[in-house]
């Protein structure tokens, strides 16, 4: 799914990955909570104006990656109640079993997450 870098495709891309979760019998809740953070990454984090979202079953479980332009990599800052920002990737660490990115050979990087399920 290609979408624009702002906070309406920020609804629909959690939007979609909830119908997905709920297609495979999995935690919707999760699924949109995980493609949430890091579509917002992109948006608060770049100056990229698209990103391409992808959700799908690996053999480790269900992955949502997210891709964008931007030479800007991602931060995973300690957890601090007293923040008002920057906890998203140390909660997805928290929520996932694997997080991470990988950079794209035309530029920019893909963030993804692997996500524990328990079926919902």
């Not at 690996?58 to 920002?85: F, I, Q």
């Amino acid at each position: 799914m290609t979408i624009k870098a702002d906070a309406d495709a920020l609804k629909a891309a959690r939007d979609w990955a909830g119908r997905i979760f709920e297609t495979w019998g999995l935690d919707a809740y999760l699924g949109k909570l995980i493609t949430s953070e890091l579509v917002g990454n992109v948006v608060k984090h770049t100056d990229v104006t698209e990103m391409i979202v992808r959700i799908y079953m690996a053999d480790a479980g269900p992955v949502v990656e997210v891709e964008d332009s931007s030479p800007e990599l991602p931060e995973v800052r300690p957890l601090d109640s007293s923040s008002l920002s920057g906890r998203g990737l140390a909660m997805i660490e928290l929520l996932a079993a694997e997080v991470g990115w990988n950079p794209c050979a035309g530029g920019g990087k893909c963030v993804y997450a692997v996500i524990k399920q328990a079926a919902a």
